[in-house]
């Protein structure tokens, strides 16, 4: 059974920053590709960022890229999220996921991930 688990969380004023961490159990971590989400009251989730099995490749909405960095230790099983100049478009509960396909392309659909954390609520005020 895998198992994520996000924190890092809170309310941030905007042009401040928050990192996220997301600890995967359960699997070979460093097997798969790993992507963050969120989704705002009323809204879709949507996809924020990706990040291959080994790290070297990453994939950005165009709403966060150059604000977001997202990252990964292997050795801790645990994923990243760094987000510098927020905005309060940024709130919202976001998730981590697991893609369990390794290799192809970086994925930006939800339904394409098969393990969810349950989220990390971040609220960015003005």
């Known amino acids: 059974q895998v198992r994520l688990v996000e924190s890092g969380g809170g309310l941030v004023q905007a042009g401040g920053s928050l990192r996220l961490s997301c600890v995967v159990s359960?699997?070979?971590?460093?097997?798969?590709?790993m992507g963050w989400f969120r989704q705002a009251p009323g809204k879709e989730r949507e996809f924020v960022a990706a990040i291959s099995w080994s790290g070297g490749s990453t994939y950005y909405a165009d709403s966060v890229k150059g604000r977001f960095t997202i990252s990964r230790d292997n050795a801790k099983n645990t994923v990243y999220l760094q987000m510098n100049s927020l905005k309060p478009a940024d709130t919202g509960v976001y998730y981590c996921?697991?893609?369990?396909?390794?290799?192809?392309?970086?994925?930006?659909?939800?339904?394409?991930?098969?393990?969810w954390g349950q989220g990390t609520q971040v609220t960015v005020s003005s």
């Open positions: 996921a697991v893609d369990r396909r390794r290799g192809g392309p970086l994925r930006v659909v939800a339904g394409e991930y098969d393990y």
């Open positions: 359960g699997r070979t971590f460093s097997d798969y590709a």
